[in-house]
């Protein structure tokens, strides 16, 4: 079982920066991809970032050239620094770790941190 801590979060005002961490703990592989999710009222929870532990990176194309996301592995953990933020990117943001069992892949929640940028 794995867990997520997050912490970061608030409220910015459009064109601000913020970061996000996330923390994990418990039995986990080596092995794995860890990154953000986000999910704004009403609508399905999206990808924002990831990052495999092999290096291979993966950003949302509405966040390309704003966030990025980078980990520490000494630490398990994994951060997205958020950059010139818009009043669309206001959501609940998820921390995610995922790896692959034998072919199955599971996926581990944080319980999620609001993120909200007024105008």
């Known amino acids: 079982q794995v867990r997520l801590e997050e912490s970061g979060g608030g409220l910015v005002q459009a064109g601000g920066s913020l970061s996000l961490s996330c923390k994990a703990s418990?039995?986990?592989?080596?092995?794995?991809?860890r990154g953000w999710y986000r999910q704004a009222g009403g609508k399905q929870r999206e990808l924002v970032a990831t990052?495999?532990?092999?290096?291979?990176?993966n950003l949302a194309a509405s966040v390309a050239g704003r966030f990025d996301v980078y980990r520490d592995n000494a630490k398990n953990a994994v951060y997205l620094q958020m950059s010139s933020l818009k009043t669309e990117d206001t959501a609940v943001y998820f921390c995610?770790?995922?790896?692959?069992?034998?072919?199955?892949?599971?996926?581990?929640w944080g319980q999620g941190i609001q993120v909200t940028v007024s105008s």
């Open positions: 418990g039995d986990m592989l080596s092995d794995n991809v």
């Open positions: 990052l495999a532990s092999d290096g291979s990176k």
């Open positions: 995610n770790h995922a790896e692959n069992w034998g072919g199955k892949v599971y996926n581990y």
